[in-house]
């Protein structure tokens, strides 16, 4: 029996949480019964890529220039170019990750005549990122999408339930595979604590903050340094730092400077090798208005780092509210602070938060259990497909 052969298609490998699933869902799925093809958009002016975590992995990405961030004349080329793709290599499933490759692929897809066309969302923009009007029009635009889409994926039930209260598609039409991540090399990265810490010049008994994520407007940021303020101003001796890079660094380091902590307040852009800077964390910090299933809360968690965050999105999916970690109102500071406050205490019932949260997202978000359901679901769509268009063929 040939290979299933299997089409994944993102925006771009830039830093975050699609590009890992993508490379890392690439390089698992057996190779004696899947055959698989990752192409990628080009990342956008001040991003990041992950194209070292391909290599890594075994992965050599086909990149598609003209599939890029920005809506313009060049998406016509890149629907053409995928559209070619399709025709000539006929995979059996083309499985679309991330908004803009979501819009282009599987119209690509759908007119090339691929059996099987399949869209993930790791989160979504049609909420709390742009007007009224331009929300309306993006949920319209994914209401027809999800019309030639075979089926939906989504991260979390949360984030399931979000699509379905805005009539993107039938809750029958979607289906939740959890994140998964290899995170096994953050169960021992505590023997590195020092590296980053020395490095910024931070004593072992001040606490450092941290939070990791793109700079942009949706995470929240001035949330985070407002919090920072306070802590600040009541004399505690934390540390703050943001782990990251995008549009807002160059104002929210004047923000920091403004606010009169910037000698507290260390940027350090995106780090490649995150096992020292999530041992040198005491807490980590997620503070945006809107999210999906956020990779930084998991591998913190996997790290043994106690994790507070604004309760949005897929994260409640994730932390369960002193149990597993702390959740906040989403822009409110005080809440936050008061949270920083109590998860640094490190007390016995502190400790059994962070032991808790590490043995959940263990079990929940391991890399084997993601690629073994995603192999399955495959076989499923694939073989459901081909007994669909035998049955029509018979009977016709």
């Known amino acids: 029996m040939p290979p299933i052969r299997i089409a994944l298609v993102i925006a771009r490998l830039n830093v975050g949480g699609p590009a890992t699933h993508v490379i890392e869902l690439a390089a698992g799925l057996p190779r004696d019964e899947f055959e698989?093809?990752?192409?990628?958009?080009?990342?956008?002016?001040?991003?990041?890529?992950?194209?070292?975590?391909?290599?890594?992995?075994?992965?050599?990405?086909?990149?598609?220039?003209?599939?890029?961030?920005?809506?313009?004349?060049?998406?016509?080329?890149?629907?053409?170019?995928?559209?070619?793709?399709?025709?000539?290599?006929?995979?059996?499933v083309v499985h679309t990750h991330t908004a803009k490759a979501g819009a282009v692929g599987r119209t690509a897809a759908r007119w090339a005549g691929v059996p099987v066309v399949v869209h993930t969302f790791h989160g979504h923009v049609l909420r709390g990122y742009f007007s009224p009007p331009v929300e309306f029009l993006f949920r319209s635009l994914e209401r027809m999408l999800a019309r030639i889409t075979d089926k939906i994926v989504t991260l979390s039930p949360a984030l399931k339930a979000d699509l379905v209260e805005m009539g993107i598609a039938p809750a029958g039409k979607i289906d939740v595979v959890p994140l998964g991540m290899n995170l096994d090399p953050l169960l021992d990265c505590s023997s590195r604590r020092g590296e980053l810490r020395s490095e910024l010049g931070i004593g072992p008994d001040q606490p450092l903050i941290g939070i990791v994520g793109r700079l942009v407007s949706i995470k929240n940021h001035r949330l985070f340094l407002e919090a920072a303020r306070?802590?600040?101003?009541?004399?505690?001796?934390?540390?703050?730092?943001?782990?990251?890079?995008?549009?807002?660094?160059?104002?929210?380091?004047?923000?920091?400077?403004?606010?009169?902590?910037?000698?507290r307040v260390h940027f350090l852009g995106w780090k490649q090798d995150m096992l020292p800077v999530y041992a040198a964390f005491d807490l980590l910090a997620l503070t945006s208005d809107n999210e999906g299933t956020p990779v930084a809360v998991i591998e913190a968690m996997a790290a043994g780092v106690p994790v507070v965050a604004t309760a949005v999105g897929g994260v409640p999916d994730v932390i369960r509210d002193g149990e597993t970690g702390w959740l906040v109102p989403p822009g409110d500071a005080p809440a936050l602070r008061r949270a920083w406050l109590e998860a640094l205490q490190r007390d016995t019932r502190i400790e059994a938060v962070i032991n808790r949260g590490r043995r959940e997202v263990l079990e929940r978000f391991g890399q084997e259990q993601m690629i073994s359901t995603m192999a399955d679901f495959y076989r499923h769509l694939a073989t459901g497909k081909e007994n669909a268009e035998h049955a029509r063929r018979h009977f016709a």
């Open 36 to 92: 698989v093809r990752l192409i990628a958009g080009r990342e956008g002016p001040g991003e990041t890529g992950m194209h070292y975590l391909a290599e890594q992995m075994g992965v050599k990405p086909e990149i598609l220039p003209q599939l890029s961030p920005r809506i313009g004349p060049a998406d016509v080329l890149a629907f053409l170019r995928l559209r070619a793709i399709f025709r000539n290599w006929k995979p059996d």
């Open 230 to 263: 306070s802590m600040v101003d009541s004399g505690n001796p934390a540390h703050f730092a943001i782990v990251g890079d995008g549009e807002l660094r160059d104002s929210l380091q004047e923000l920091s400077r403004e606010m009169g902590i910037s000698s």
